[in-house]
């Protein structure tokens, strides 16, 4: 168990880091580059958008030798739904899908998804109450399957920050499918982090490369999916508060941009310059320091979800400290302005 442990994220970090380059000279003589406006865009260069191969490929690279050697339960539909998801994004590269389009997609791989085996049946709250959802199941896995996806598409307008935020938040979701007994979710974590941080070298201001709609689609999926399997099947802590925390800053930016786009009378769709990483950089944050901001607090919400399933395990703390997190990320919005449009009505194509 810890040759795998070890081994095939490792075997992930090292395809990543050997396809990456290649996909970058491909983009080149391709053309497929993301190039910069200088009005909509943060970058003022061309940079290729098709990271989300590169990403996609080692990680299933890795899966597949994985499961010659270790005996993996997974369903072909669950190869088949994210692939979709990955596809739906990476469409999107090349050609610029409409929204309904991106949406139908993701609709698509989470139904794909949830036939395969990937739902919510219950979660538990403090004071060992669990709650069935029943067919309630159904749909509310195919909104967080779809959710999570654009959540972290949302935050990819910063070169490192869409990636790096998955890589903590994967890493912690393996850690406690791990506590959880639960090997599978925690062996999917691990591939993912090697994938991510092979990635990352090459997408680190001033980024290379691109994670693209592809790449951030599938991402997202994966922190889905490992979430339902992992954190979410666990009876043992306050399960329904873990992967919000976790996944806590692509979350609360998404829904910081529902109310901004709603109160402004915006398609909900519609990309603006109102994301938290952008009133950062307003404030005077350079993108390195933004990004270590993002990472610090994505990892002080990793580090407190374990430390919530290690030690308050059905305890009224675990309540407790769930929503001085809520209130902080709301007290954080209100001081960054992010409900209301920027001063500058700019806009960039890699929200």
């Known amino acids: 168990m810890i040759r795998e442990v070890l081994f095939f994220p490792f075997l992930a970090f090292l395809c990543a880091l050997g396809l990456t380059p290649l996909v970058?000279?491909?983009?080149?003589?391709?053309?497929?580059?993301?190039?910069?406006?200088?009005?909509?865009?943060?970058?003022?260069r061309p940079v290729s958008r098709l990271g989300g191969i590169a990403v996609f490929g080692a990680f299933f690279i890795a899966l597949l030798l994985l499961a010659l050697s270790f005996p993996l339960t997974l369903s072909p539909l669950f190869l088949l739904g994210i692939g979709v998801i990955f596809a739906t994004g990476l469409c999107d590269d090349f050609c610029s899908l409409p929204p309904w389009g991106k949406l139908a997609g993701q609709c698509l791989g989470a139904v794909l998804l949830l036939s395969g085996g990937v739902v919510i049946r219950f979660f538990t709250l403090p004071w060992n109450h669990v709650v069935y959802l029943g067919w309630l199941g159904y749909p509310l896995t195919m909104l967080w399957i779809v959710g999570v996806s654009n959540a972290l598409n949302l935050i990819d307008g910063l070169d490192g920050l869409s990636g790096g935020v998955g890589?903590?938040?994967?890493?912690?979701?393996?850690?406690?499918?791990?506590?959880?007994?639960?090997?599978?979710?925690?062996?999917?974590?691990?591939?993912?982090?090697?994938?991510?941080?092979g990635f990352l070298l090459y997408n680190f201001p001033p980024a290379r490369i691109f994670l693209g709609d592809g790449g951030a689609l599938f991402l997202g999926g994966m922190l889905a999916v490992i979430s339902v399997q992992g954190a979410l099947k666990s009876a043992a802590a306050f399960t329904l508060a873990l992967p919000s925390l976790i996944l806590g800053v692509p979350i609360f930016d998404t829904l910081f941009a529902i109310v901004r786009r709603k109160r402004n009378r915006l398609p909900i769709a519609s990309p603006d310059r109102g994301h938290l990483h952008h009133r950062l950089l307003e404030r005077g944050y350079s993108k390195r320091e933004t990004l270590i901001i993002f990472y610090g607090l994505s990892a002080l919400c990793g580090a407190v979800a374990v430390f919530m399933n290690a030690f308050l395990a059905n305890s009224t703390y675990s309540l407790l400290l769930f929503f001085l997190f809520v209130l902080f990320f709301l007290s954080l919005g209100r001081?960054?302005?992010?409900?209301?449009?920027p001063r500058e009505k700019k806009s960039i194509a890699r929200d």
């Open 24 to 44: 970058i000279r491909w983009s080149e003589c391709r053309g497929c580059l993301d190039l910069p406006d200088g009005e909509r865009k943060i970058h003022d």
């Open 167 to 197: 890589a903590i938040a994967a890493f912690t979701l393996g850690v406690i499918a791990w506590q959880e007994g639960r090997v599978e979710p925690a062996l999917l974590s691990l591939l993912l982090v090697g994938s991510i941080l």
């Open 335 to 341: 001081n960054l302005r992010v409900t209301e449009l």
